[in-house]
């Protein structure tokens, strides 16, 4: 499966050139990472060209990552990750686009697949990020007024504000939390002997 | 004359035939649907948020909870994802009992699509018959995790344990069931689980077989489901539609063929496909995917018979060790106090996997910074695609239609809403 992916990246390479900014096979998966100037132009052709034929975008998700690695992150901020299936050839593709910290916005790809108009309705709700071009650009997933884009990393898990009735003024209020956050198990990245040593014993 | 106006009707969120929490807002001519909005994220969660702040198996009794109708293959897409990342081999025998919990979960989902959908449309009887057997599998379930609904069964490497001998008995006379009962309702439990499921398989196809006297060739069945939410197969794929929904529609996609996981290429079965993509195509596809879930599990069943083997994978930096292990061996013990205490680490990269959810491509993505936690995990849901299409299979249909779409597109809000 690598190596047909392998071939793919090649070709994906001829066939666009300077367009892509990076892209690696990895554990049998291809990634491009492209910049969102030249995002429209090559998810067109994507679609469309029969040696590609992406017919079908099956996700499409945000990402934010400002606490990469705890932090040792450089690069920007907002991404977002198109996943995409053809189903005449049978293969997969991940592409990746970043965006500006300050204000990300990335070209909306409505027009290419319909199917995206809710993924990227979601990607705006929960990051923040814009989509240029999209029809009908509502939060979906959080309550009717909510303030904030949850899922960005610097937004607590607790949220800011919790909701209850007020027999006082006999109706449901919103307040800030009360609750304080704990974390039972650190996250923490070892970069030690043994979880290098993890792909060696697998082999003998 | 009196000018004519559309007017908006809201639908939901607590309705019946809303089958959960959907909120619509529908646009009406008379008694034609204009435009339909549905409002969705009444039973958001933050799974994925929440899966960022938990090491790697403190989530996956989350991913039962995603769509509650099909729990097992939730957590098969994740831990398939976490395997792809570990780059972990997972026994042989552990992935036959994925498959065989796998279409087993593909029966549960389809059994209450089909009594969920039938009792919309207005059949009764339907709903009956379809939990009577549902009870027979979720049995099944609690014999092999001990819960009937969310097993938590799937571990990352293998699943948590292998399948009883024993099954589970009803026990005890009471002013509800003489002795005789009782014995007549553990007849089929003097054997191991196996032997359990294999009585059922010998049932099932004539269960299904009754289902479809009910149903198939039913005058109001027809009226009510032929060419309503039709779609074409270039809109399928445009809609990212996928499972039955798409085969519905004519495309014989099927990740279980087509990139085949586990041990799916090693076993016989068919994929049935639609040809006019309305909605009484796609019940005759799941109809038949029930029977070829029959079939996959017979096959499971005959391999699991004659090839016993470990459950889990042996590299303990990842799975923990048996419970015996860690009272002789020092190592074991650390190992075990590693995993309980902080969990595995993942190495630094990004997977995604994906399979054939009963109701279509149901995928996780993973990316890791090579922390105990994932970065970020994406959970890609197929009823989510398929309520998005929702506007345009619904437009130009009756209001009554509209609980037949819904009930086509297997809607289930966990998984949508996450």
Known sequence: MSDYYRQLETRLQERFGSQLSATHVEISELTAELPREHLLSVCEALRDEPEFAFEQLIDLCGVDYSEYGNGSWSGPRFAVVYHLLSVRNNHRIRLRCFCDDELPVVPSVINIWNSVNWFEREAFDLFGILFEGHPDLRRILTDYGFIGHPFRKDFPISGHVEMRYDPETRRVIYQPVSIEPRDMVPRVIRDDHRYHDLSAQEEQ | ???????????????????????????????????????????????????????????????????????????????????????????????????????????????????????????????????????????????????????????????????????????????????????????????????????????????????????????????????????????????????????????????????????YDRLDFDIPVGTNGDSYDRYLVRMEEMRQSNRIIKQCIEWLRHNPGPVMAENHKVTPPSRLQMKEDMEALIHHFKLASEGFMVPEGEAYAAVEHPKGEFGIYFLSDGANKPYRMKIRAPGFAHLAAMDEMVRGHMLADVVTVIGTQDIVFGEIDR
């Open chain 2, 1 to 263: 004359m009196a000018e004519i106006r559309n007017f908006t009707l809201n639908f939901g969120p607590q309705h019946p035939a809303a089958h959960g929490v959907l909120r619509l807002i529908l646009e009406m001519d008379g008694e034609m649907i204009v435009r339909a909005d549905p409002h969705i994220g009444l039973l958001h969660r933050g799974t994925e948020k929440l899966a960022e702040t938990k090491h790697y198996v403190q989530s996956l009794p989350y991913m039962d909870r995603l769509d509650y109708v099909s729990m097992m293959c939730n957590e098969h897409a994740y831990v398939m994802a976490a395997e792809k990342l570990l780059q972990l081999e997972v026994p042989i025998r552990a992935q036959y009992i994925r498959v065989m919990f796998d279409e087993i979960t593909r029966i549960l989902n389809h059994l209450l699509w089909i009594g969920a959908h039938a009792l919309d449309v207005g059949a009764m009887t339907m709903f009956i018959y379809a939990f009577r057997e549902r009870e027979d599998l979720m049995d099944c379930y609690e014999a092999v995790s001990g819960a009937r609904l969310h097993a938590a069964y799937y571990r990352p490497g293998g699943v948590y344990r292998d399948l009883p001998d024993t099954m589970p008995r009803f026990e005890g006379e009471s002013k509800w069931h003489s002795a005789d009962e009782i014995q007549a309702l553990n007849g089929n439990r003097d054997g191991s689980l196996l032997d359990f499921i294999e009585d059922f398989t010998n049932r099932f196809p004539g269960y299904v077989d009754e289902y479809e006297t009910l149903l198939t060739d039913n005058r109001i069945w027809k009226q009510r489901l032929v060419d309503v939410g039709v779609m074409s197969p270039e809109r399928a794929l445009q809609m990212g539609l996928t499972g039955p929904m798409l085969r519905g529609s004519g495309i014989e996609w099927d990740l279980r063929k087509k990139q085949p996981y586990e041990v």
